[in-house]
């Protein structure tokens, strides 16, 4: 994979969705392990101007208005120099109209200088429909229309569109043959899409074909409370206990309640999400990528049993335990990799109810919930909960039903102490604390 | 993933690619597991009129011959309905012109009243350099233009090609707003999608935009002899024998003998492939999902003591060793699914090496020649052999170049008695031998 950074550029009139594909994108990239960042015009102008007043800062005759806009891109891009030359950034999302060629060729000027491939995400869109409900979901609630009642929010959004609309100039099939774009149209009915370069383009490009806006919702919880649970002993391939076939029974009644429409069920290859699917008495369907976390030579031990046996593999794994690899086993970095045809699937769904493992809910949980690598293994996701994620404006509402079942608690927090990795020989005190600790923060009988 | 069969329609002027891309196509869909087949109406034609004597054939006002053609289209339908009804089918892949919106909605008609869903594939070029080298790799040679010398034979393909402009209704933003399709332009430069439905159709749509002609080859081959290699054991993670760096020593040599421009290497996060790969000095790639098949709890093991502790299971594997999946392990089937990123992304590159496994490199040589499940276990990809991949027309030249480095045999061919009830000798009659 080339080193080349990528400068992604929006592309539309106000309303079309682009600072939700934005946002998304990034979230998504960073997931998959492309430092990502977003950079939104729009919030530059908010802190340069402090107070928003109407549409008429928009219009094509405002003097004052264009030269702070023109301030703010160029503040924006020198913040994207910033994060891909210094800061380490792979990606960066520029996201605001972009709707001129003259502004789009200043941006390319600025790409070519610095060494940025730039690929362009336009999206046009003329469903009066669409727009609205745009401007309802995210512009209403902006802190632009803070002090305004919905009519008159919508009435000078609309007059704001209205002053971008002379000038738009879309990318032309023939004027800008030559750059790397791709048009989504009509909300992604249809795709236009020109000179895809390399391997992240095309990734970005598959994921935006497959993401839509139809209401629905995704239900993640993990299989029923399993015998090897009980024991405290992780990994394996165990049946579910008394009290696991009693969750099972509970959230057939809890999805009967909730009334979904054409509810798709996923369950990994393993006894126990099977069995707790096998209750619902629907049809489901089982991935092997949905298998929990291979704990390789730690398969079926107990946390006391792992620090006797393996310290310092125990130790590792709380000093980095995103990447850390279990021997002959896998990382959550590795469980994030083979999940993601998973995710790009529950993009293309619609409702979908996931049953699945602790480490394994947890990346699923981190990617719609735009959760660092750092946060990802520490995440909650206790047996017998089940939670409901809803995308609303830019990001997913999480709702969290506890079917009021008792089992064990396999989580297990980050320790206090842990050895700064070093080439001095380990201090026995202190790596005595570590175990110390480690055992103290284990959760089961 | 919904059951209702799918049908490939390709639209296109001749020599566009159509049936490159639909062999393509067919054979990524197999190998993945999706059952797939095309049915080339030309075929039909040949078949049915036996010789061809010239493009007057397909001149819009030879009424015999537009009759025949018409025939032919419905017979190939017709094979297309058996195949997906009752033959087992998920995908047909229904290769022709289909110029006209008239031909098309007959189509439509067809798979409307059997339950199938459409989904177009047009391919648009008007680049005389492209249609004249598609021309020389795969007209020139078809049983169309067997008595011909070259330039008779270009120029009356060229005439044949004009016999299709006039009528030729290309897939309309507007006309054809309500259908699924894809139109690739200049081969790949720029592509419209519409209406993608359904996983398949998007899975369709991301290979399709994946792949190119550009010139290229793909080497592969496995690390050097290993440890446990000669001790006759399976999986692991050792490193190389005196032997195994010889070999990629040798390896090297031979790399830059080839002088391949931009050559990308790869390798598993194993060491074996990693040490070969070092022997190299160029940079490599590592990728974890390269790593050799987990054969979990016959991992290390010899042969011999997988029958002795796991008799059944090594019945089991000899039985259906393609489905088969070791306990705590992995099946072959398992591995085409991690592979498949692999494949995607040796579609989008050009010149590659891939050092990787004996199972990992049955996968990947399976896609390229287009093997069956039940051939794929049982390809031979012997220690210290490059293979070198070249597309060609349709397929894959395959060049086999030994460097000449002795290794242990490391593959077991299917026993003539796979019951469980056999003997041990039985079963173990095939392994090759080791230390």
């Not at 909300?187 to 095309?202: A, E, P, T, W």
Request: charged share 25%.
């Amino acid at each position: 994979m080339t080193n080349c950074p990528t400068l992604i550029v929006t592309v539309g009139l106000p309303a079309r969705g682009k600072t939700y594909i934005s946002k998304k994108l990034t979230r998504y990239l960073n997931w998959i392990g492309v430092p990502t960042k977003e950079f939104n015009v729009g919030q530059y102008r908010r802190e340069c101007l402090k107070i928003y007043k109407s549409f008429e800062f928009f219009r094509p005759d405002n003097e004052e208005g264009l030269k702070i806009r023109r301030q703010c891109a160029t503040s924006a891009l020198n913040d994207v120099l910033q994060y891909l030359s210094v800061e380490g950034g792979q990606v960066a999302v520029f996201d605001a109209t972009n709707t001129t060629r003259e502004r789009r060729g200043t941006i390319i000027r600025f790409a070519e200088q610095n060494g940025f491939r730039v690929f362009f995400v336009e999206s046009v869109c003329e469903d009066p429909e669409v727009i609205a409900q745009n401007i309802v979901q995210v512009k209403l609630g902006s802190p632009d229309y803070i002090h305004c009642d919905s009519d008159e929010a919508i009435k000078d959004f609309m007059k704001r569109i209205k002053c971008y609309e002379s000038s738009y100039q879309p990318l032309d099939e023939v004027l800008d043959r030559d750059l790397s774009y791709i048009k989504i149209m009509d909300v992604g009915r249809r795709y236009l899409v020109n000179r895809v370069v390399d391997h992240i383009q095309s990734r970005i490009v598959y994921y935006l074909m497959n993401i839509h806006i139809s209401p629905r919702s995704i239900y993640l919880c993990r299989h029923g409370e399993s015998d090897l649970n009980i024991k405290g002993r992780i990994g394996g391939d165990s049946g579910l206990s008394a009290r696991g076939q009693e969750f099972a029974t509970r959230l057939r009644n809890f999805l009967q309640e909730q009334n979904i429409k054409d509810l798709k069920v996923w369950t990994s290859q393993m006894k126990r999400t099977i069995q707790t699917a096998e209750i619902l008495g629907v049809p489901y369907e089982q991935w092997k990528s949905l298998n929990e976390i291979d704990a390789g030579v730690c398969e079926e031990m107990m946390y006391e049993e792992i620090q006797t046996h393996y310290p310092l593999e125990f130790a590792l794994r709380d000093q980095d335990k995103y990447r850390y690899r279990y021997p002959k086993g896998e990382s959550y970095e590795d469980l994030v990799q083979r999940l993601e045809p998973v995710i790009m699937e529950l993009e293309r769904q619609e409702n979908v109810l996931v049953i699945c493992h602790q480490a394994v809910m947890r990346c699923l949980l981190a990617y719609f919930l735009d959760k660092t690598a750092d946060e990802l293994p520490y995440l909650k996701c206790p047996l017998h909960t089940v939670l409901k994620l809803t995308p609303v404006a830019y990001g997913c509402k999480v709702e969290s039903f506890c079917l009021s079942v008792d089992a064990v608690n396999t989580h297990r927090d980050r320790p206090e102490v842990g050895i700064i990795g070093s080439t001095q020989p380990i201090d026995l005190t202190t790596f005595q604390a570590v175990i110390h600790n480690s055992v103290r923060s284990l959760p089961h009988k």
